[in-house]
């Protein structure tokens, strides 16, 4: 699913809540999969084993008249990241039970982002607009869970990958087309996001480039299905994140989780997805539309090492009057 793809005539508004699950499983280096001890012989005392995030992002669209329509979206997210300890050092920094394995969880709402689009062109069979956002860092980038370590099982910072937004303002331009035939329709989209200062725990995240380019065609009426291919490339993380141990005091020639460093950051990816739409258009559902969609890697190239993405399913409805 893409955000932003489409245009209001003034007056029109829609509203609109999308939920996305994505899986992680496994770690990578560059495009080579990686087991758990290669990561500990790289000198890691903590590696992920897999992370599941659950995202729901609620979105408002309007158009005060034909030459923009204004665009709000925030997320409320939940996520979920285990770990492996290395074994050596498992008896120093591991839970009372003597696992080898935690896991930590954040939840909230993440960043608000605002934007407005603006059509250039408009056809009988094709449209085109440019988008111009910002991300504004209401999500918090301070979450803390009980993690085993020196000291036994305390409260500490988490990563930025657990975090729940940037704690950054970032710039979000965008291009997007859609042509319409009969029968059927295709389209694609450019955007990035660019990072304009660095937050208050001493990092910025990478800035991004992403393109998506989909093909739909009707089944029916009411029916059609999607097929999407989508490039992203994101830049690795600057800075050092405070808070985050970078050392393990009873084994200082070690480093801790490969999250707290900036070369495991950043990558580019390809995904391929297929969807589902359905949309009313007579009695009291008329205007509502549901889609699903699944999405998943078919070629994957990481910086440094990283969980490895399975799968992402997104499902959505749209109410537009």
């Known amino acids: ?74 997320p409320y997210i939940d996520t979920e990241m285990d770990h492996e300890i290395f074994p050596m050092a498992a008896p120093l920094i591991a839970l009372n039970n003597g696992s080898r394995q935690f896991t930590t969880r954040s939840s909230g709402w993440g960043d608000l982002k605002i934007a407005g689009l603006f059509p250039f062109h408009r056809s009988e069979e094709a449209r085109a607009h440019f988008g111009l956002g910002v991300s504004l860092p209401t999500g918090s980038i301070g979450e803390t869970d009980l993690i085993p370590g020196p000291g036994g099982l305390l409260s500490r910072q988490m990563p930025a990958p657990m975090q729940l937004g940037s704690g950054t303002i970032d710039l979000m331009p965008s ?27 001493n990092y910025r995240l990478g800035n991004q480039i992403d393109v998506s380019s989909w093909i739909s065609t009707n089944l029916s009426s009411h029916f059609s299905l999607s097929g999407r291919l989508r490039y992203n490339r994101a830049s690795e993380m600057r800075g050092t994140q405070s808070d985050i141990g970078f050392n393990p005091p009873f084994a200082p020639s070690r480093r801790t989780v490969t999250t707290a460093f900036s070369e495991n950051d950043g990558g580019q990816r390809i ?32 910086n440094g090492f990283q969980l490895s993405t399975k799968s992402v399913v997104t499902a959505g409805w749209q109410l537009a009057w």
Do not use: C
């Open 271 to 302: 995904d391929a997805a297929i969807g589902l739409n359905f949309i009313a258009t007579e009695g009291s559902f008329k205007g509502n539309r549901f889609a699903i969609e699944l999405s998943t890697p078919i070629m994957e190239d990481l």
């Open 175 to 201: 291009v997007t087309y859609v042509r319409q035939k009969e029968s059927w329709s295709f389209g694609w989209q450019a955007r990035a996001i660019a990072r304009l200062n660095e937050n208050h725990h």
């Open 1 to 74: 699913m893409v955000m932003g793809d489409h245009t209001h005539r003034a007056g029109e508004w829609m509203v609109s809540v999308r939920h996305m699950r994505m899986d992680m499983e496994g770690m990578r280096s560059s495009e080579t999969n990686r087991s758990s001890q290669e990561v500990f012989s790289a000198n890691y005392t903590v590696t992920p084993s897999n992370m599941t995030m659950d995202m729901t992002m609620i979105g408002l669209m309007s158009a005060p008249n034909d030459k923009v329509t204004l665009m709000a979206m925030i």
